[in-house]
């Protein structure tokens, strides 16, 4: 097939998108497609003379917020040219801001081009954190207690701070509403640190979305197409799972399948399938869970682009399930292709 793949983007998780989209790149071409990459946020290729990929560590690195932004109207116009309309699906290596949020989905949808991942309702509604927190409640999924801060000035209310200390008992986490990759996360053990915390999710969004830090064990579950993959216990050195622990080799320890008892798996399993549902989800997602002492298990997110790099969570758990990367990769393509024709 002819597929297009984005990545790159003008996220804070640039870096990761485009190992995400190297590995993906190798596998379509091992696979025998016939494949172009550019990043969005400026429209130029990603591939070298030779039709290499230009991976993350060949490539500039830049701060959040610092790479040129390509207008809604450019990029609706570039999306639904002839060009773009001769690929047969796009392959969506984006994580975070524009790619992750609804935004290229909802282009992509109005061009009816097939893309990979969920559509744009379902992009957007698990891109904010606090929307699925709300559906989780309403459909009596446990998750930790929450309350969200909009601050459109820049200047943290003192009000805000009152707030938190009156809701929440320490040690909690403070994250940005709208992010991922755990960039500008948090975990809070001092009243004094709250408004440094604050600071720092603020220089992602400005929305930030406070919630009960849950002491137990950190489990995910893949899921493609209605297929649950093996769960994973998350174990990172530092004791939380930021952003150096998930993407620097040797932080952190994985567990595939996860020591739980066989029961608990297939309850965590069903809540991803509920969770998948009620969001609208597509093609490869992944749920994440926090297990008490007790048992209880509380639902964090939903992740509807997640990571495809060689320490990624997804393409670990596949492979444990006898699935191997390129075997991933072309099911969700096949995914892809199958939804845009039962649309």
């Known amino acids: 097939m002819k597929v297009l793949l984005l990545a790159g983007g003008d996220?804070?998780?640039?870096?990761?998108?485009?190992?995400?989209?190297?590995?993906?790149?190798?596998?379509?071409k091992k696979l025998g497609h016939d494949v172009y990459a550019i990043d969005p946020s400026s429209g130029r290729s990603l591939l070298s003379a030779e039709g290499k990929f230009i991976t993350g560590k060949m490539s500039v690195n830049v701060e959040a917020g610092s790479v040129p932004q390509i207008?809604?109207?450019?990029?609706?116009?570039?999306?639904a040219g002839q060009e773009l309309r001769d690929f047969e699906v796009v392959f969506l290596a984006l994580h975070g801001g524009k790619g992750e949020n609804g935004s290229i989905q909802n282009l992509l949808e109005l061009a009816q081009i097939?893309?990979?991942g969920s559509d744009m309702k379902a992009s957007a509604i698990a891109m904010d954190k606090a929307t699925t927190k709300r559906l989780l409640e309403s459909a009596k999924i446990l998750t930790p207690k929450w309350a969200i801060y909009k601050i459109t000035t820049g200047v943290i209310p003192i009000d805000v701070i009152k707030d938190v200390k009156k809701k929440f008992k320490l040690p909690f986490i403070v994250k940005p509403n709208d992010g991922g990759s755990t960039i500008g996360l948090t975990k809070v053990t001092k009243a004094q640190d709250i408004q440094k915390a604050f600071e720092t999710a603020l220089k992602e969004s400005n929305e930030t979305l406070v919630e009960d830090y849950i002491k137990g064990r950190e489990l995910t579950v893949p899921v493609i197409d209605g297929q649950a993959l093996p769960v994973i216990?998350?174990?990172?050195?530092?004791?939380?799972?930021?952003?150096?622990?998930?993407?620097?080799?040797?932080?952190?320890?994985?567990?595939?399948p996860a020591k739980i008892p066989a029961k608990k798996g297939k309850e965590l399993q069903k809540a991803v399938f509920k969770v998948f549902e009620i969001v609208g989800a597509s093609g490869l997602?992944?749920?994440?869970?926090?297990m008490t002492k007790s048992g209880k298990s509380y639902c964090l997110e939903i992740n509807t682009l997640p990571g495809m790099t060689d320490l990624s969570l997804s393409?670990?758990?596949?492979?444990?399930?006898?699935?191997?990367?390129d075997q991933l990769v072309e099911r969700i393509v096949d995914s892809a292709v199958q939804?845009?024709?039962n649309r």
Request: proline share 4%.
């Open 233 to 256: 216990e998350i174990i990172p050195k530092s004791g939380l799972y930021d952003y150096e622990a998930k993407y620097t080799k040797g932080k952190t320890e994985y567990i595939v």
């Open 315 to 325: 393409p670990m758990a596949a492979k444990a399930n006898g699935i191997s990367f």
């Open 11 to 28: 996220s804070s998780e640039r870096e990761v998108s485009l190992n995400s989209g190297a590995a993906i790149f190798n596998s379509l």
């Open 285 to 290: 997602a992944r749920v994440d869970f926090i």
């Open 114 to 116: 097939p893309f990979t």
């Open 71 to 79: 207008g809604a109207m450019a990029l609706a116009k570039s999306i």
């Open 339 to 341: 939804h845009f024709k």
